[in-house]
């Protein structure tokens, strides 16, 4: 019997659902990463972390981008905490508690970013190991979590060299669209040279492709495109375009709270239990 296909011409594979945990931690830290704007980090980011903590997972969202997009997401306002990333990188008293939101999803909490966050590089360029603040500010919560994702800004700037130099791997979302391809391979030479001078553990997790159409030629040819330059490196999940995403960001939820039997629902259920299989965890 010839194997069924999916969205990236590969056979279709099964990834089996999550095992219990008996223990929590230590934290797999993965960076959601992307020069370009516009492909889906947030959106992924928001999604994958609920699908992980859905499948029993203790998992922190690191909000990395002064837009804050993502604790927009999430519903929570800024303005309105008395912490936020920013203090936790030049404060080393605030504990990363201090700024740790609960969301309404069990198991999932966040660390807002804010506007102030804009003034993060400058500060960063005179401070002393300015590649590992992160890190410093992660490091006590390692142990509480499953998984950690950072959600980096559309830059390869000081802040996302902060989240490259503690991660254990990188996450690339990649719209389905010529331009956004054509920007691939100047991160993965960033990523190799991140790998080569600060993380020397740090790996490609996966390249995931968003805003699939599949109504459309020119979708099936940029993801065969990407699927012959980097083979296994593309994640089997691909998620589809759909109107469901702009409605979660409207109403501060993930797709499996607002719509949970639907396809994007589905598709991310997915890649988190592809994530924990190429990731363990």
């Not at 960001?249 to 993930?254: A, G």
Request: hydrophobic content about 45%; aromatic content about 6%.
């Amino acid at each position: 019997m010839v194997p069924e296909l999916g969205l990236t011409g590969r056979p279709i594979r099964e990834f089996p659902e999550p095992q219990p945990l008996t223990h929590h931690g230590p934290a797999r830290i993965i960076a959601m990463c992307n020069q370009k704007g516009g492909v889906g980090k947030t959106t992924s980011a928001i999604n994958l972390g609920a699908c992980l903590a859905e499948a029993g997972r203790r998992v922190l969202l690191v909000d990395l981008d002064p837009q804050a997009a993502l604790s927009a997401g999430l519903g929570v306002r800024p303005d309105e905490q008395d912490f936020t990333i920013y203090d936790l990188l030049f404060d080393a008293q605030s504990g990363v508690e201090s700024a740790t939101v609960k969301t309404k999803v069990p198991g999932l909490d966040l660390v807002p970013a804010g506007i102030d966050l804009s003034a993060a590089e400058i500060r960063l360029v005179n401070e002393v190991g300015r590649e590992q603040a992160l890190a410093r500010v992660l490091r006590p919560v390692v142990g509480k979590y499953d998984f950690i994702i950072l959600d980096c800004l559309p830059s390869l700037g000081l802040l996302t060299v902060n989240a490259l130099a503690c991660a254990h791997g990188v996450i690339v979302p990649m719209e389905c669209e010529y331009f956004a391809s054509r920007g691939l391979n100047i991160l993965i030479d960033t990523l190799k040279t991140v790998r080569d001078r600060v993380n020397f553990d740090l790996e490609l997790v996966g390249i995931l492709v968003t805003m699939f159409d599949r109504r459309t030629v020119h979708s099936r040819e940029v993801i065969a495109s990407v699927v012959a330059a980097y083979g296994e490196k593309v994640f089997d999940t691909v998620i589809t375009r759909t109107v469901r995403f702009p409605e979660t960001s409207y109403h501060h939820e993930p797709i499996i709270t607002w719509a949970s039997g639907s396809q994007g629902a589905v598709q991310y259920r997915q890649l988190a239990r592809e994530v924990i299989g190429r990731l363990g965890g």
